[in-house]
């Protein structure tokens, strides 16, 4: 009897061990699902030049209701709030970068990615410090509160739809989406029109 208690006392940590492995090699960690393969619905070719694809994509943002935070000829920068609910807060942060290919730079591969940020509302109780002339100073809750946003989530928006949609509106505000000319971005119009054709009477 006492050499099988031995025996189980010799083993019980070993077999712990094992079974602590087991666990923890089990959960998969956050960076295994990063492929890095070729194929990225991250990013976009387009025919055009870069400072062309940027204003585009500025653009894109702005008629979606995104304020814009930098814009250069080869960067955009912007986000937007949502309130889904009563106490909760999401933030949507698009973060551009155009760059171009070849010396020539007459197309350019757009890079995307959109954070979302997540805030929940906090209630925190304040109290007061009043003063006796026998107790001295006495912290006392007088029952006034303070509301705050704290972020509770943050991640980056995978890829799918969402970004295919980005990519469409910008080939609209390129004019490659229905054989529109590319707008001349000199002049800032607010969307790329059709040549007119004037009628001779």
């Known amino acids: 009897m006492s050499r099988m208690y031995s025996f189980s006392r ?5 077999l712990l061990a094992g079974a602590l492995a087991a666990c923890s090699t ?16 991250f990013s976009h070719d387009f025919a055009t030049s870069a400072p062309a694809t940027c204003e585009a994509a500025r653009r894109t943002l702005l008629s979606q209701g995104y304020i814009i935070k930098q814009a250069k000829d080869d960067l955009v920068d912007g986000h937007k709030h949502f309130q889904p609910e009563s106490d909760v807060h ?19 591969t757009l890079f995307v990615s959109a954070t979302q940020d997540r805030y929940a509302l906090k209630k925190t109780n304040n109290s007061a410090s009043v003063g006796l002339s026998v107790l001295g100073s006495v912290s006392m809750p007088i029952g006034s509160t303070s509301d705050s946003l704290v972020k509770v989530a943050s991640e980056t928006i995978p890829a799918g739809q969402f970004y295919d949609r980005f990519f469409g509106l910008i080939e609209h505000y390129l004019g490659l989406d229905s054989g529109l000319p ?7 119009p607010a969307l790329p029109v059709k040549s007119s054709t004037k009628t001779s009477e």
């Not at 999401?90 to 350019?108: D, R």
């Not at 590319?182 to 800032?188: L, S, T």
């Open 26 to 41: 089990t959960k998969p960690t956050v960076y295994q699902g990063e492929e890095f393969s070729e194929t990225s619905t």
């Open 90 to 108: 999401v933030e949507i942060e698009f973060h551009v970068v155009c760059a171009p290919n070849g010396k020539l730079g007459k197309s350019t």
């Open 182 to 188: 590319v707008a001349d971005f000199d002049d800032k």
């Open 10 to 14: 010799a083993t019980l940590p070993v």
